[in-house]
């Protein structure tokens, strides 16, 4: 008999449980290939780890973990600088390979205010969790990616199997290199034709989620198919798996392709890995279908992703403050679609900029507007963003998770907001009765051009090149 038809995460859980099929709902073993963590729940895990295997025990594999600072960086709080010790402790201890540290901070009690980096190219730290993975080459087809933060899901952009997980979880990984795990079902969603210029990632995740709720996708993988998602840049692609979570999706993936491929062999640790597809035939718990020629720019209203509706329809509600950044909306695609709506104008409402990570900041330093190596006489992406009159800020989580009140751009204030961030529940930027409008980097930024939410198209008419960015 053969093995029954399978989806790319039922093929993942599959090898890795050491079986030819597994079938939706039951519960398997799978062995880890790597476990991320960072400075909010690291040092939780580090704890649970050490109660149940022991003060003396070492993890199951050193170049297995990586950890990635990057929550809480740039602020005064003591606790926070607490956390940033721990990690250095334990990496220091178990001899981890993969520790990206922010060198530039102080832990010592009293310190105060970090000073950032001075030069994104010469330091340790990388900034968000979900955009270095990536890109320090821990990212790879058919592999499976635990991570203690919900958005770990990012990397089934690159066709491997990426989840959240708790602390317990994390610190069983850690000691055992395996995990048990329930075979999600798989929903489909396919989107025809070809991206248009108007139109981001940001755009098709929020209309999902719009469509299916909040819990429309509740432990089940979200697998994300069609011409319209390989007209994609392979960033835009995180963007769809980073949300994937916003629909109580236990994982997102999409298909492997050449972009794929080009990107990791170009940037992986391993020379090796597996590349999966459905079968013809495989089973699907749900099928959706969207246009992209007849998709128009979203928002998602105060206080959920799911609150969707048109940017054209949300004309009249008044901006105080928008915000560029995140694992979902700080990556440098992001950052070129946003800089090139701010090329010779001004904003008029305070405007935050945060890369994704010091890579990103790097390339905004480093490239034109159209993602080329900027020439003698040309403005920097950067440039562009501090000529508009944008206040511009290190790599790091920053305001997306609101964080002690000295983070920068928090909303410390009842302001609306809009973002390209990826969560707007009450208080999740700061403020609790600040009101936060989800949206792509190019309603972002069409949006703090006006004042208020602006439909894109009012400012793009032409594709927007984005060169080699983001690209190897």
């Not at 199951?60 to 600088?81: L, Q, R, S």
């Not at 980073?242 to 492997?256: R, T």
């Not at 562009?384 to 609101?402: K, N, Q, R």
């Not at 390209?420 to 409008?437: D, I, L």
């Amino acid at each position: 008999m053969s093995p029954r038809k399978m989806t790319i995460t039922e093929k993942i859980m599959a090898a890795h449980a050491g079986r030819a099929d597994v079938t939706p709902g039951e519960n398997v073993w799978v062995g880890v290939d790597v476990l991320l963590t960072h400075d909010v729940c690291g040092p939780g895990t580090i704890g649970i780890f050490k109660e149940q295997f022991g003060a003396d025990a070492k993890v199951w594999n050193k170049d297995g973990v990586v950890i990635v600072p990057d929550h809480y960086i740039f602020t005064a709080d003591e606790k926070c600088h607490r956390n940033i010790q721990i990690l250095r402790d334990f990496v220091t201890e178990q001899g981890l390979k993969y520790y990206y540290d922010p060198d530039f901070l102080n832990t010592a009690e009293g310190s105060g205010f970090p000073n950032p980096y001075r030069d994104p190219t010469k330091t340790n730290y990388k900034g968000v969790c979900h955009k270095a993975l990536p890109e320090e080459g821990h990212c790879r087809p058919g592999e499976i990616l635990l991570g203690t933060d919900s958005h770990t899901c990012t990397a089934g952009a690159f066709g491997q199997f990426a989840t959240g997980v708790g602390n317990t979880d994390a610190a069983f990984a850690l000691g055992a290199g395996r995990t048990w795990l329930k075979v999600p079902p798989t929903m489909k969603f396919t989107f025809h034709g070809e991206i248009p210029p108007y139109l981001t990632a940001k755009d098709l995740i929020l209309a999902v989620i719009g469509e299916i709720g909040v819990a429309g996708a509740t432990y089940k993988t979200m697998y994300f198919a069609g011409e319209g998602v390989g007209s994609l840049t392979l960033e835009d692609r995180m963007t769809l798996t980073n949300m994937a979570i916003e629909a109580g999706g236990k994982n997102g993936v999409c298909d492997v392709d050449e972009k794929t491929l080009q990107y990791v062999r170009a940037r992986s640790t391993k020379p090796d890995w597996n590349v999966y597809a459905d079968d013809a035939g495989a089973e699907y718990c749900a099928e959706y279908e969207w246009d992209l020629g007849v998709m128009e720019p979203m928002v998602a209203k105060p206080h959920s992703p799911d609150n969707k509706d048109l940017a054209r329809n949300c004309s009249d509600v008044k901006l105080d403050r928008a915000y560029i950044g995140s694992c979902t909306g700080g990556k440098i695609t992001d950052m070129i679609f946003a800089a090139a709506l701010f090329q010779n104008k001004q904003v008029k409402i305070p405007t935050f900029v945060v890369p994704g990570s010091t890579e990103v900041h790097a390339d905004m330093l480093r490239l034109n507007i159209t993602g080329e190596e900027k020439q003698p006489g040309e403005k920097s992406i950067y440039e562009i963003f501090e000529d508009a009159g944008c206040h511009m800020g290190a790599s790091s989580c920053a305001a997306c998770l609101g964080g002690p009140k000295d983070t920068f751009g928090r909303l410390n204030e009842p302001q609306n907001c809009i973002s390209t961030t990826n969560r707007n529940f009450p208080g999740r930027m700061g403020h609790k009765e600040a009101g936060v409008y989800l949206a792509s980097p190019l309603t972002v930024a069409a949006s703090a051009l006006t004042g208020h939410v602006t439909d894109p198209r009012e400012f793009v008419s032409e594709p927007i090149m984005t060169g080699s960015a983001g690209v190897m």
